[in-house]
């Protein structure tokens, strides 16, 4: 069959035609791409999508939210991260994404407190909050405690050598008040005798580390605070305490005789015999999916008889291999059986109960050189402050977004299919399409 010129240029316009068509059709779809967005998760349970959770949480912040992670160069954790993020974009336009690289921009790094590869950083207005774990729930639990309006207010005990808020000195905890008034919470020093109560604006009061006797009054004071229902967090230390054992009583708490001491923890520490690393700990709030390794450098272990009333956990243990050593703490450290008290040891307990109609809440922990500015940059001790602060205040805020993990898609095939399926794939199909081709040509050649 001869094909006339005629039909020769008819064919010729409509392959231009379709050409000219298939590019027009490309083109539009490339603009559209870049001018409207849309997405469906087609996911069996939605994993892709954030929950209502943190919908609802998205909901009531107003205003731009910035949160900058500090990621080297690896594509895929850049990627899990912009994932992340982008779930929270697509339901408040002005979420702003923003990577740095803690290998060239060092000191942006350590002045925004970043301790590991690919942590955020979540600013939103002038307050801000370190995310560690890549996690919707996390993230949204973050958001949650930058969104509340209403300012914390945490009073310091001074006057009897505490470890002052806002001092700069070794064992002072400025490092962890200036992070406190990051997130919105400010700390004011509370001189007893220059008061006649403890004011009922504060939110809680923290005792950290006297170093003289509290006098009488001073400690009826504190009994008075805490028997209305005042929340309390106690930093104590090894040794004397300074005229608080009717505290302690009151709270059904006794210390351990001398120091702890952990050989185990020495060997991960590098330091004193004296410094006891915690890594595994209870599923109370305080330290609910806490996972950062603490350290304590210098602690006394707690036995809490809970009062009546109450409800009391501990939330600290040192290692099995950790004893309280109440020798002198010079040369080879031995256990004495007779004279030690054999570990696992209690360094921190909490209490709480209902009264007058609200929760009244106390922490006390072992030591409180695990805030001071000398060690709160440690393994996660700033992250563990943050907890005890927050969850003591009533501000653990925490928002219990569903864990949706992916169904069993797994696909478990014997050798014999896998080799079937590669074989298919690798030259059944592309021998067909090649000899559909080969076909085709040829037909056409002979038109």
Do not use: C
Not at 173 to 183: F, R
Not at 201 to 217: F, I, M, Y
Not at 247 to 265: N, Q, R
């Amino acid at each position: 069959m001869r094909v006339s010129p005629k039909q020769k240029l008819q064919l010729r316009i409509t392959d231009a035609s379709f050409v000219v068509l298939f590019l027009a059709i490309v083109g539009l779809l490339l603009w559209l791409s870049n001018d409207y967005h849309s997405q469906f998760d087609w996911t069996n349970n939605g994993r892709n999508t954030l929950s209502e959770a943190s919908i609802a949480i998205l909901e009531k912040i107003e205003g731009p939210i910035t949160v900058t992670a500090f990621a080297d160069e690896n594509k895929e954790l850049r990627t899990v991260i912009r994932d992340l993020v982008s779930r929270y974009q697509k339901k408040k336009k002005d979420v702003i994404l923003e990577f740095v690289s803690p290998d060239e921009e060092p000191g942006r790094t350590r002045e925004a407190g970043i301790q590991r590869n690919g942590e955020l950083l979540v600013q939103y207005g002038k307050k801000q909050e370190n995310v560690q774990q890549l996690s919707e729930e996390t993230l949204t639990n973050a958001l949650a405690r930058l969104g509340r309006s209403k300012q914390h207010l945490v009073m310091f005990l001074s006057g009897h050598g505490e470890r002052s808020p806002d001092g700069r000195a070794n064992h002072d905890l400025s490092t962890w008040a200036q992070q406190l008034a990051k997130k919105g919470t400010a700390t004011h020093k509370l001189n007893l005798g220059e008061s006649k109560a403890i004011p009922d604006t504060s939110d809680l009061l923290v005792v950290a580390s006297p170093q003289v006797d509290l006098l009488d009054g001073e400690v009826e004071q504190l009994k008075q605070y805490i028997e209305k229902g005042g929340s309390l967090l106690w930093l104590a230390e090894p040794g004397d305490l300074h005229g608080l054992e009717p505290i302690a009583e009151m709270l059904g708490i006794e210390f351990e005789p001398g120091v702890i001491v952990d050989p185990t923890s020495q060997a991960i520490t590098g330091s004193s015999a004296t410094f006891t690393v915690v890594t595994e700990y209870t599923s109370h709030a305080v330290v609910k999916n806490f996972t950062l390794m603490t350290v304590f450098p210098e602690a006394t272990g707690l036995r809490l008889d809970t009062p009546t009333g109450w409800q009391g956990d501990t939330i600290l243990d040192s290692l099995p291999s950790a004893w309280s050593e109440t020798g002198a703490l010079k040369g080879q450290i031995t256990f004495d059986k007779s004279k030690d008290i054999a570990g696992p040891l209690s360094l921190g307990v909490v209490l709480s109960r209902e009264i007058d109609g609200k929760t009244q809440r106390v922490a006390v922990i072992g030591d409180g050189d695990f805030l001071s500015n000398s060690f709160i940059g440690n393994g996660g001790n700033l992250d563990l402050g943050m907890n005890i602060i927050n969850w003591v205040s009533h501000d653990e805020t925490y928002i219990d977004v569903p864990t949706r993990t992916a169904d069993d898609i797994a696909l478990n095939l014997s050798p014999t299919w896998s080799a079937i399926i590669a074989s298919g794939f690798l030259l059944v199909i592309p021998l067909l399409l090649i000899g559909t081709g080969a076909g085709i040509w040829l037909r056409r050649r002979k038109l």
